[in-house]
């Protein structure tokens, strides 16, 4: 079965210091990722998506992540946090011929203190 | 506009209570889920409509009952609700790119539920 491993639970930042958050997807087909933030009391919304091309994605508000094929990873990555970053940040694994079925991965908390 | 909608955004309810949650997108996609999200914020997919036809059905209680009048609208239906039902449920849509491949989903606000 798949499954997403996202390796921080809780990470506690101050303002302008870089970001990465790890994500690990266990499935050996073709899949589509994804990064979503969810600020406090918010629903989700996308940052960023890979699902062909490029392995370096750019999303919105500065982020930015890498897939890595070889070491089935997605990171999460952003050169300097705003206390704005404050959010819960989930990543998400869809196979292709799944039907849409979007693995979460248990969420990283990021407070960024200003 | 709202691209997907949820009514209520809250909703708190004694036990044994039937209760609905309502979704709507605009987006005119073909496909929509219902997720749940548990007090330690982990997500997991309950149910997947594509075009009115049930296509995901995780392991969920058959209390559980979604029901889709048309492609823009996905209903959850509650019966019989247990503390264990508290929790925030999201209702996201998609676009179908190919058969068994959907695009990026986009999820409504939530419905937080409260059972007492």
């Known amino acids: 079965a798949q499954s997403v491993s996202q390796h921080n639970h809780h990470v506690i930042l101050s303002e302008a210091a870089s970001l990465e958050l790890g994500c690990n997807y266990s499935y050996g087909g073709t899949v589509n990722l994804f990064w979503y933030v969810q600020y406090p009391g918010q629903h989700l919304q996308l940052l960023l998506k890979y699902f062909s091309g490029d392995p370096l994605v750019k999303g919105i508000k500065g982020f930015e992540a890498e897939f890595i094929k070889s070491k089935f990873s997605f990171n999460l990555r952003k050169p300097s946090v705003q206390w704005s970053d404050t959010a819960e940040y989930f990543c998400a694994v869809n196979a292709d011929g799944s039907q849409g079925n979007l693995i979460f991965g248990k969420g990283t908390k990021l407070s960024v203190k200003p | 506009d709202t691209a997907v909608s949820q009514t209520p955004k809250y909703l708190v309810t004694q036990m044994g209570n039937d209760k609905s949650i309502k979704c709507e997108q605009n987006l005119g996609h073909d496909t929509m889920y219902w997720y749940k999200q548990d007090s330690k914020k982990f997500l997991k997919i309950m149910f997947s409509y594509n075009n009115k036809e049930l296509i995901i059905n995780e392991t969920v209680p058959n209390r559980f009952s979604p029901k889709s009048p048309d492609k823009a609208h996905l209903n959850l239906h509650i019966n019989s609700l247990e503390l264990g039902d508290s929790a925030v449920y999201f209702c996201?849509?998609?676009?179908?790119?190919?058969?068994?491949?959907?695009?990026?989903?986009?999820f409504g606000p939530g419905t937080r539920l409260t059972v007492l």
């Open positions: 996201a849509s998609s676009r179908q790119l190919l058969a068994g491949v959907t695009d990026t989903q986009y």
